[in-house]
């Protein structure tokens, strides 16, 4: 009598859809974080330990919704991006609050400038070399 071997058999397991781009929890909380950094740092450094007045607390939640949302609007066209712009809009998102965040203690339009030209070029570089070497 001949024995049968069972045929491995292929289950089938119901299609998932990808998961969409840019609508994960990270993708707005990431963006929300460093929003709301932003704005206690700004809040904070126009304080300068004095009391607090209504002025900064606008300035604060401006400062931290307007840098929050270009955050977001970068989470959501960076696969879109090649990697030299992609490297460059991190490296302009970072220089322009490095810069903003130094005119707000009182330095001269054009140190604050430079300091956020000399931080944004470094992420510009870095990031880029970051994408050169993980990316296809």
Known sequence: MATHATMPTHRRTPARTPARQGHSALSWAVPLVLGVILGFWAFFINRDGGRTTNGQ???GVISGVGFAVLCYAFVRIR???PRELR???IGALTGGAVGYLSSLNGKSVLMSGFIGLVVGAGMLLTMFYVYYTREE
């Open 79 to 81: 696969k879109a991006l």
């Open 87 to 89: 490297a460059a809009a």
């Open 57 to 59: 607390i606008w300035l």
